[in-house]
């Protein structure tokens, strides 16, 4: 493949270069990230971000490197009111196969500069490698900060900046309860101590978002590594503490990658592989999937979605996912994330639970695995059936007498659209959201059919009630005048907001609506809401939001309310091919030229053209839905 290849005049540009972003991760739920020009322009670009408690408890412990080679800089890092040094200008070319790679102009020599994380290992590797010249030394001045990854640090007195010092090695130990960082190099190499700190570094993307952007980091000192033609020279950045073979751990690495590239047919495909594959992180003895990098822990509803897409091929992730939640039911609700301190998960979500019981269905069919989900799964499932329709749940969800489901609690979020500021819900949607009837509807008849051979008794029950809320569905959303669906109904309210919300009406399972009606749906939705990178979160008009910038609280304001969703796709295509048979080949053009040009898909876009990325720059759910739409597999 020659995937994410940027050239000079973009790369060295400060401009373009530092709009591209790339990223590694550990299967821990660490990672390294950064820019291709290389200025940090986030709090969380760090070389070495390990997770104390994986995948949480993430801490940033190297943030990144000074480097230079005769005087001349291979590094820029933006500061308060200046770009310093200019290495940069040096650079050439910028790859991200298999993993990013910059080749630099520099003393008379080009050299090339990768940074590798090894799944499984809490370490990160960087790499110097000469292609043309003669032999040199290249030199690094670590800088660190060791902090909670949503923290800054300011020039302090309690950090400890004493080197333990041994051949090929340096140890740290910057502050009490942070892990202890080794250095290792080649034993030619040299360390010289010269603790110091370097101040004021200035993080646009935090300044752009409303937030604190000004850090100091520390340095021990500087190494010097030999570089030879024809040999790598590297620097190993990890937590752990023995002797790191790191051409071993290389090798081992761009096998395990190129293994799960080979596994999909077509570039366009194993590139999405590798992309997925970032997201998959330790939990305990098993296996979760980190919702998106830099920012987001495990989440309920994006890991079952995500399932979706990650699923084939990897029964044993499957398992391990759905078995990292079921344990945890609560009042019949399904954690909606997991937290970063540790503390208890949080549950306030509605769908989560019904993505859960979906998910469940959908491992069994694809696995045959009787025992995990007779024993383990569908006891959690009858857990939420029994719940929602005893109302005991928490937040007033339950089964109304029509058959649909209603979720109300003032002052909370409880679908996806879950933005909040304060005490602002900004997307309210208490009652019964359209989609929270189609989730119902189509958990209902999954199980159904799943245990049709040993609980005939229970499998009619679940069957008349999903056709208990069939019946109701229709004169409770339906709006003839505009042609589409309400997104919420409470009561005498009808909200008529045109969302795709209702998609799942029509793509979950057999359509809840006639052959015209759902027709009149999608050519609304296709014309409104559908865009070359996902879906507007609602048309546009009054309210409408084109643009996710500013503050925290103008952000939030944008975020369901006309930002782009990429993950949407999926159930774009899902209800394009039951309601009309077939999904337009070009659907997943404008992603794909996303994806070559940063190595992952982001999280959402601006609703208005030209429809640049925001958000988190790496998100699961808008991978893995990509990937289930080019594999053909429509339908949950």
Request: glycine share 10%.
């Amino acid at each position: 493949m020659n995937r994410g290849v940027i050239k000079a005049a973009v790369a060295s540009d400060l401009g373009a270069g530092t709009q591209h972003e790339w990223l590694e991760t550990d299967g821990l739920g660490g990672f390294a990230m950064g820019t291709v020009a290389g200025p940090a322009t986030r709090r969380y670009h760090s070389l070495l971000c390990s997770a104390t408690t994986p995948p949480t408890g993430r801490m940033v412990l190297i943030n990144r490197l000074e480097e230079w080679i005769e005087g001349e800089s291979l590094s820029t890092h933006a500061y308060v009111g200046a770009m310093h040094p200019d290495g940069h200008r040096r650079l050439a070319e910028f790859r991200l196969d298999p993993w990013p790679l910059w080749v630099y102009e520099v003393a008379g020599r080009v050299v090339e500069r990768c940074v590798i994380m090894v799944a499984g290992r809490s370490l990160c590797l960087v790499g110097w490698r000469l292609v043309a010249g003669t032999a040199t030394t290249v030199w690094a001045r670590p800088l660190g900060s060791g902090r909670d990854y949503h923290a800054l640090q300011r020039r302090n007195p309690a950090v400890n900046l004493h080197a333990d010092v041994d051949a090929g090695r340096v140890r740290l130990s910057p502050y009490p309860g942070v892990p202890a960082i080794t250095l290792q190099f080649d034993r030619a190499g040299v360390f010289r101590a010269e603790p110091d700190w370097f101040c004021n570094f200035d993080y646009a993307r935090e300044r752009e978002r409303g937030l604190d952007a000004v850090e100091d980091l520390w340095t021990p000192g500087e190494l010097g590594l030999p570089l030879v033609p024809g040999k790598t020279t590297w620097l190993v950045l990890s937590t752990e503490q023995g002797e790191v073979d790191a051409d071993a751990l290389v090798a081992a690495e761009r096998a395990r990658r190129a293994a799960l590239a080979s596994a999909e047919p077509g570039d366009f495909r194993a590139r999405l592989r590798l992309a997925a594959d970032q997201f998959v992180v330790r939990r305990g003895g098993g296996r979760s999937i980190v919702a998106g990098y830099p920012w987001f822990t495990d989440w309920g509803r994006d890991a079952f979605i995500s399932l979706g897409g990650l699923g084939p091929g990897d029964a044993a992730l499957e398992r391990d996912v759905l078995l990292a939640f079921a344990p945890r039911v609560e009042a019949g609700l399904i954690p909606n994330r997991f937290v970063d301190d540790g503390d208890l998960p949080e549950y306030n979500s509605v769908d989560a639970p019904l993505w859960f019981v979906l998910a469940a269905c959908r491992y069994l069919r694809r696995t045959g695995d009787r025992a995990t989900f007779h024993t383990q799964l569908l006891p959690a499932a009858r857990q939420i059936f029994d719940a929602f329709l005893d109302e005991s749940t928490r937040y007033h969800i339950g089964v109304d007498d029509d058959g649909l489901v209603h979720a109300a609690e003032p002052g909370l979020q409880l679908t996806w659209m879950d933005a909040k500021v304060g005490d602002w819900v900004v997307t309210p949607r208490m009652g019964k959201p359209v989609e929270i009837q189609a989730l119902w509807v189509a958990a209902l008849e999954a199980v159904a059919v799943a245990v049709a051979d040993g609980e005939q008794a229970w499998a009619h029950e679940l069957g008349e009630r999903a056709a208990w809320a069939r019946s109701s569905f229709t004169s409770a959303f339906w709006d003839e005048g505009r042609g589409w669906l309400h997104d919420v109904v409470d009561g005498p309210r009808r909200d008529s907001t045109l969302r795709p919300n209702q998609l799942y009406a029509l793509g979950l399972g057999r359509p809840m609506l006639g052959p015209t009606e759902a027709e009149r749906v999608l050519s609304a939705c296709e014309r409104e809401l559908l865009t070359k990178v996902g879906l507007r979160s609602r048309a546009r008009g009054d309210g409408y939001r084109g643009h996710y910038d500013g503050d925290v609280r103008m952000r939030d304001g944008a975020y369901h309310e006309g930002t782009v969703w990429p993950y949407l796709l999926g159930i774009w295509a899902d209800a394009c091919q039951r309601v009309r048979g077939a999904v337009a080949p070009e659907l997943l053009d404008g992603l794909r030229a996303h994806l070559d040009r940063h190595g992952q898909l982001a999280e959402i876009f601006d609703g208005d053209e030209p429809h640049l990325p925001r958000g988190c720059p790496a998100q699961a759910w808008s991978v893995a839905e990509a990937l289930r739409i080019a594999r053909g597999d429509f339908g949950v």
